[in-house]
């Protein structure tokens, strides 16, 4: 049995029952209208409740953060509410759940838009070998498109951008989370802004390494005023080149983020390790200088299972490591993991939209 995998760990000032993550993941099952969180949400994650910590499906702050249809937001009251119906049943049955907070940045398409306006992002590059997933105009379907050609953010739009990442905080904050994670990973707008090959810009959010990170650090100082530190997480993903990324930066930026997070005394740094995705597998070295640049809680995110995850904690270059499609065909992952059972297959036709098909009615083991 892996040992450390199940122990518990302290997360900031929380206690986690283990080290078994529930990766976020996208699942564009949320009510309509309102991109709200609904009954068969909140069954969802109350089944998935004995993960040691729950990260949700990444949420957009805006109607201008989103990319996929029918992802739930939490910009408004509705969205709020029906948040607040998934951490209760969370707590309910013992477990502790984080809120991702979301700006898909130029990801995205003017279907999604408001008014059918263009996405934004740092420059105006667009993902042209990259698919989002608009809402068609029926209103009733959706479908992979290529991305729409982004409009480069004024600097003056920046603090409303920073703003909308505290507002959706405090909201998280009402619904009762345990933790806020910044995404600032998977080429979506933060990362944008990290990425040499997606930030172009000529002013105190582009050039130097330091600028380029700026945003990001807005964006977790605004979510730890909110918050506090002890209840603050970041998402990060070196060398990731899903999304059309390029960053000849990317392990420097990484682990200068680290550290500031580490001066920051935030709770955890969440990997998305590239291997998902065909990317590179990280290397040893580098694992070794991001254990010894954060300071709080690592957690590892890519195509772990539990032999390799163990064998990750007891090298010590985790603390937790996240699942994330074995999440979505076990909900009694933790409990598998316990006794050595074998693992349900996840049905990949039925990861985004529809109901509870391939969402609530994957099987569990028997008592």
């Not at 564009?28 to 409740?49: F, K, M």
């Not at 068609?136 to 991305?147: G, K």
């Not at 060398?239 to 550290?259: K, P, Q, S």
Request: proline share 6%; aromatic share 8%; hydrophobic share 40%.
């Amino acid at each position: 049995m892996p040992e450390k995998l199940l122990n518990p760990v302290k997360v900031g000032s929380t206690t986690l029952s283990s080290r078994v993550v529930m990766a976020p993941l996208t699942r564009s099952r949320a009510g309509q209208p309102g991109d709200v969180p609904t009954e068969l949400n909140v069954e969802y994650y109350a089944q998935r409740a004995s993960a040691g910590l729950i990260v949700t499906e990444a949420s957009q702050i805006s109607r201008q953060g989103q990319g996929y249809a029918w992802t739930p937001g939490i910009y408004t009251d509705a969205q709020e509410a029906g948040w607040k119906k998934i951490v209760d049943a969370v707590h309910a049955k013992g477990g502790r759940i984080s809120a991702q907070l979301w700006h898909v940045g130029r990801i995205s398409h003017t279907l999604l838009q408001e008014n059918g306006t263009a996405p934004v992002a740092p420059s105006a590059i667009t993902a042209s070998s990259t698919k989002c997933f608009p809402v068609n105009p029926n209103r009733a379907t959706a479908s992979f498109e290529y991305c729409s050609p982004p409009r480069a953010l004024e600097t003056a739009e920046i603090p409303g951008i920073v703003a909308q990442y505290r507002q959706a905080a405090e909201r998280a904050l009402r619904a009762g989370f345990d933790f806020v994670e910044v995404h600032s990973a998977n080429g979506y707008l933060l990362q944008q802004f990290l990425a040499t090959g997606t930030n172009l810009r000529t002013d105190q959010y582009g050039g130097s390494l330091e600028n380029r990170a700026r945003l990001t650090l807005e964006a977790v100082d605004a979510v730890i005023g909110v918050v506090g530190a002890d209840r603050t997480g970041v998402r990060l993903s070196p060398h990731f080149e899903f999304n059309d990324i390029t960053d000849t930066d990317t392990e420097a930026i990484t682990l200068y983020l680290a550290r500031e997070f580490s001066r920051r005394g935030i709770a955890y740094l969440h990997i998305a390790e590239p291997v998902w995705v065909g990317g590179p597998a990280l290397e040893q070295e580098f694992r070794r200088q991001l254990r010894a640049a954060f300071t709080g809680t690592l957690i590892c995110c890519g195509g772990y299972d539990a032999d390799s995850a163990e064998k990750l904690l007891a090298d010590g270059l985790a603390d937790a490591v996240a699942f994330g499609r074995p999440f979505i065909a076990n909900p009694d992952l933790v409990e598998r993991i316990r006794r050595g059972a074998p693992w349900n297959e996840a049905d990949r036709s039925t990861f985004y939209g529809g109901g509870a098909h391939g969402y609530t009615d994957y099987p569990t083991l028997a008592p």
